[in-house]
């Protein structure tokens, strides 16, 4: 393989592993990021540089000095509640950032881009599954600086030929089955680390956002996919762009949604320990199901998710979390 790829982002949680797999693919690989959220030594092999997004002249620099065969952008603020608090933080780096990054591309006429989108994209779901198709009608700030980019890329393609492929994530979970690299969010926000940093009593408790949700146990239901499944699909994503196609999205999940108790009871048979509960109160901005319809993404891109089951994504965050959870 004598593709050279651009990660942006890839010291954070997805970008690091997809770093991993490409090197393993045999690519070359350059890893940018500003180490806002990621970690350096999350970077397990490939040029390393330090660069942000908002420095254009930098950015130049890294395109003269490679010939990237196609680029994957990670890097991005991702917190719902603070999107809503300081929303300029989110258009400014999300949308304007990568703005930068695409006039870069162009202007070295790169081609070939996977972009990191998200569910919240659609907002309150219609139904769920939920599909391509499905009204895109984001309800924060988070959710509309993707769905943003999602736009201007289509309108990039139709100027300037930069094709792409939005990747949109249900609830990324789990960690490297290797045991290299894992999620290490400061502060951590999701569900299954806090759940688990709960089992080692790294955390005196997890607190359950509402029990009074339109679901069987009142609590939310989400679709939880393997960090490595999501890195595999942006593998085939960009080999698919290599093969010719026109930009695309696709929406990633395993199609299965688990409450937010139903996690609390894998996570506890998983680690054999007591998870202490404190019922809390609703979360702004979370709908009480959150399902993919990834056949899209099965049919087309060939994607074969190898590690569906819950238990499995929990003990390889488990694992994680024992190895490396006390010593960032
Ligand atoms: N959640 C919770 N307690 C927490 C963190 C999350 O009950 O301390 C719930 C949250 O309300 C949502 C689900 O767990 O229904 C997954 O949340 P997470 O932040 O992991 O991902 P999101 O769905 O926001 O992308």
Redesign the pocket.
């Known amino acids: 393989m004598d593709k050279t790829i651009l990660v942006v982002g890839g010291a954070g949680y997805i970008g690091s592993h997809m770093v991993k797999m490409l090197l393993a693919k045999g690519c070359q690989v350059v890893v940018l990021d500003n180490l806002s959220n990621g970690y350096r030594n999350a970077v397990v092999g490939g040029d390393f540089v330090f660069c942000d997004l908002a420095d254009k002249a930098n950015l130049a620099h890294i395109f003269q000095a490679y010939q990237f065969d196609g680029v994957m952008h990670f890097a991005s603020f991702i917190q719902?509640g603070e999107s809503v608090q300081n929303p300029t933080i989110y258009y400014q780096n999300n949308v304007a950032n990568t703005l930068n990054l695409l006039d870069t591309m162009v202007k070295y006429e790169v081609k070939n881009f996977i972009f990191s989108s998200t569910a919240a994209i659609f907002g309150e779901p219609q139904a769920v599954p939920l599909d391509e198709t499905h009204p895109k009608n984001p309800i924060n700030p988070y959710g509309l600086s993707k769905l943003m980019v999602e736009q201007i890329l289509r309108d990039y393609e139709a100027a300037y030929d930069l094709r792409s492929i939005c990747l949109r994530y249900f609830?990324a979970a789990g960690a490297d089955p290797e045991g290299q690299l894992g999620e290490r969010h400061v502060p951590e926000?999701?569900?299954?680390p806090?759940v688990l940093q709960a089992a080692s009593q790294r955390r005196e408790h997890?607190?359950?956002?509402?029990q009074d949700y339109d679901t069987p146990d009142g609590t939310?239901i989400?679709d939880y996919i393997h960090i490595n499944d999501l890195c595999q699909a942006h593998w085939l994503a960009l080999q698919q762009l290599w093969d010719g196609s026109r930009s695309t999205a696709f929406n990633l999940g395993n199609g299965e949604g688990f409450s937010?108790r139903e996690v609390i009871d894998v996570a506890k048979k998983v680690t054999g320990k007591d998870i202490p509960i404190i019922e809390g109160q609703r979360?702004d901005g979370?709908p009480a199901r959150?399902v993919a319809d990834a056949s899209l993404a099965k049919n087309t891109l060939n994607w074969k998710p190898q590690f569906a089951d819950l238990e499995t994504i929990i003990t390889h965050a488990w694992t994680w979390e024992q190895q490396h959870g006390i010593k960032w």
């Open positions: 719902v609830n926000t999701h569900l299954i806090l997890i607190t359950i956002f509402g939310c989400r937010v979360r979370d959150l």
